[in-house]
């Protein structure tokens, strides 16, 4: 998760953005009853790389559900560095419920 200039590379910064954007996606669809198709299917997710983590950077991720459709849904996520309270990194995820399969 490190690269050679001991910064956390961009890729674990997209795998954190798309595990943290997915789960206040999962509350709300508790919290609506639907908790079998909020997981869904990723259909696009964008980023902007703010400031870089160095090596032993405490990270603080902010989460929220910005829409949770009957098929389509999206969260936004912040990374944070705790300690210099700066952003590091900011995305949004939007998902889609998959479709039955046809056979």
Known sequence: MIDELDHLTVGSLAFFV???ATFPLV??????????????VSQSMNFVFHDVARLGTRLRATSTCVALGSRMMSGRCEIWDKDRNRLICSGVHLKMSPSMPRL
């Open 18 to 20: 798309d595990l943290f």
């Open 27 to 40: 509350v709300q669809g508790a919290i609506d009853g639907r908790l079998g198709d909020t997981i869904g």
